[in-house]
Each structure stands twice: as C-alpha cells, then as structure tokens.
C-alpha cells in the first residue's frame, strides 16, 4: 500500500488550499487527514467513508471539506479561511477494508503566515 500526497505550501491567513491524497495496493473503506503541529499531538482534520460519510473536527467545520473519489482512490482537502493555527505537518490516510489496517502518506506541510 502506498499514499501519496499532495498539495500542501505556504498561504496567507484566510486564503485556501487543497490537498489531495492518492492511495493504491487496495481498497479502502475510509480516507482522510490527520496533521500535527510543532510540539503537539497528531490530530484528525477530516475522514471520509467510501459511502461518502465525513467526520470533521471541530476546528475544520466550516472551513474545510473532504471528498472522494473511489475509483481513483484519492481523497482531496479542500482548506479555506485558514488561520495560522492550521499550520501543520498534514497526514493522509487510508484503512484498508479487507484488513483494517490504516496506512499513512508522507506528510505535506502547510505554513500559513499573517
């Protein structure tokens, strides 16, 4: 299983962003990101189920959506009004549905500055 992702920069506060995410080596039942800021805890940002459920934080309501693409296996962030509490290593990930098994993309970074 590989994940490959995509997209991440430096931005402005309040301007946008998109990442995007794709997965290959199998089928997976939910994608999404986690990110991780200096000094704290990784975190879930947004997941999205292959039926098209999503779960976001509450920090990302609002702001950010995720969606889906099953046959491409790649899953896309979309980020706007971002703040410079955004700022973070940004995770892809993918739970394989034959094992459970979640499998994680390198990590991109995103900057946002005042």
């Known amino acids: 299983v590989q994940l490959q992702a995509s997209g991440g920069g430096l931005v402005q506060a309040g301007g946008s962003l998109r990442l995007s995410c794709v997965a290959s080596?199998?089928?997976?039942?939910?994608m999404g990101w986690y990110r991780q800021a200096p000094g704290k805890q990784r975190e879930l940002v947004a997941a999205?189920?292959?039926?098209?459920?999503?779960n976001y934080a509450d920090s990302a309501k609002g702001r950010f959506t995720i969606s889906r693409d099953n046959p491409k296996n790649t899953v896309t962030l979309q980020m706007s009004s971002l703040k410079l509490d955004d700022t973070a290593v940004y995770y892809c990930?993918?739970?394989?549905?034959?094992?459970?098994?979640?499998?994680w993309g390198q990590g991109t970074e995103v900057t946002v500055s005042s």
């Open positions: 990930y993918a739970r394989r549905l034959r094992t459970q098994e979640d499998f």
């Open positions: 080596g199998g089928i997976f039942i939910t």
């Open positions: 999205i189920t292959s039926s098209g459920g999503t």
